[in-house]
Structure formats: C-alpha cells, structure tokens
T-cell receptor
Framework: EAQVTQNPRYLITVTGKKLTVTCSQN?????MSWYRQDPGLGLRQIYY???????DKGDVPEGYKVSRKEKRNFPLILESPSPNQTSLYFC??????????????FGPGTRLTVT | AQSVTQLGSHVSVSEGALVLLRCNYS??????LFWYVQYPNQGLQLLLK??????LVKGINGFEAEFKKSETSFHLTKPSAHMSDAAEYFC???????????FGAGTRLFVKA
C-alpha cells in the first residue's frame, strides 16, 4: 500500500531533550516536506526536500533540522525542544520536485507535547 | 508572494443542505489551487486540484470548486451535505515552478442531523 508513515504518533518530552520524528514514504517520491499544524494557523511549512541531499527552509524553520540521506526517509530533528514547539506535525511527499503541480500525500501526524 | 484566506473558521449546515466553503488566494503567478480534507485524527487527503485545465473542477465525494480569476477565488461546494462530510477543509495555493504550498487556516464543517 502506498503510504507515508511517521513515528512516533504521540510524544511527550521535556524542554531541551533532543528528539527525532521519522518519516518514510514508499512511493519513490522526489519531494518531501514537514509541516506543523496549530489551531487557527493551518499548516505551516518547516522544511522541504526536493531530492536526496537537497533541503531548504520553509516558513518556520527555527529550532528544527532535517536531513535527506535516502530518497524514502526525511527525519525531523529537534535538537533542543521548547514548549512553543508543542504542535501536530505532518510529513508529506509528492511525486516530483515541482510540488506546486502535484498533490501531496500526508502521513498520519505526530502529536508532540514539550513540557 | 502567495497567500490564502479561508472565510469562516467554522461552518455549520444541515444534512442535505448546500455546502459552501470560501477560499480567496493571492498569487503573483498563475496559481495551482488545491482543496484538502482532514478527518479527525488523520492526515490530509486531496479533494481536488486546479491546474489551469478547466475552471470547474470536480473532486471526490461529490465536491467541486470553481476557479474565478477575476475574483481570485476558489470556493468549494457540494449540493447536499452528508454527515460523513464533517471534517476540516484546507485550501492551498502554489505557484508554477514553485516548491512551496501555502495553506489556509482551515474551515471546520459541522453537519447537523
């Protein structure tokens, strides 16, 4: 089944404790992206990747890191999480690097709470 | 710069009534426009997309949207609401050749029996 998977689905952590949220897609998509969803703000893009070893900042990159060493994986790293990073996170992928043209396929989301 | 405005954070309709969710966009280049739906505790899934082929776009589950360049709008409609349509709906815009998609704040649709 074609899908985007994220792990973990739920995570409660403390301020400053490094964490990684994994994202994997099995559709051989070139483009992958991370979003955060906050009430009243919709989805805001954190980082995106057009292909292996090619990443760029979205609209809200501060406090986050990403890497794209393999085409299928795009982990999101929070080196020192803070409470304002409490949010619902979505990974998405798209067939081509021209994400504007192609629909994005979304993972199920990761709900992160930082205390 | 591109932006999306969804009018109304919450919309409530009766079962069988018309659904109208409003979306206005701003884009300096010809836009690609999308409507996504998010059911509770799930990720987003595509309802429909406009990529300049036809101004009236039909999507899944009986939804459709009309691209009106003069009004910079891409409103989502469904003639008859069903209880299963209750969800949050997001309008999104991206530009030709762009790598980013900008999402609106979302509209939560409630369907009353």
């Amino acid at each position: 089944e074609a899908q985007v998977t994220q792990n973990p689905r739920y995570l409660i952590t403390v301020t400053g404790k490094k964490l990684t949220v994994t994202c994997s897609q099995n559709m051989n998509h070139e483009y992958m992206s991370w979003y955060r969803q906050d009430p009243g703000l919709g989805l805001r893009q954190i980082y995106y990747s057009m292909n292996v070893e090619v990443t760029d900042k979205g609209d809200v990159p501060e406090g986050y890191k990403v890497s794209r060493k393999e085409k299928r994986n795009f982990p999101l790293i929070l080196e020192s999480p803070s409470p304002n990073q409490t949010s619902l996170y979505f990974c998405a992928s798209s067939l081509s690097r021209l994400a504007g043209l192609n629909e994005q396929y979304f993972g199920p989301g990761t709900r992160l709470t930082v205390t | 710069a591109q932006s999306v405005t969804q009018l109304g954070s919450h919309v409530s309709v009766s079962e069988g009534a018309l659904v109208l969710l409003r979306c206005n966009y701003s884009s300096s280049v010809p836009p690609y426009l999308f409507w996504y739906v998010q059911y509770p505790n799930q990720g987003l899934q595509l309802l429909l997309k406009y990529t300049s082929a036809a101004t009236l776009v039909k999507g899944i589950n009986g939804f459709e949207a009309e691209f009106k360049k003069s009004e910079t709008s891409f409103h989502l409609t469904k003639p008859s609401a069903h209880m299963s349509d209750a969800a949050e709906y997001f309008c999104a815009v991206s530009g030709t050749g762009g790598f980013k998609t900008i999402f609106g704040a979302g509209t939560r649709l409630f369907v009353k029996a």
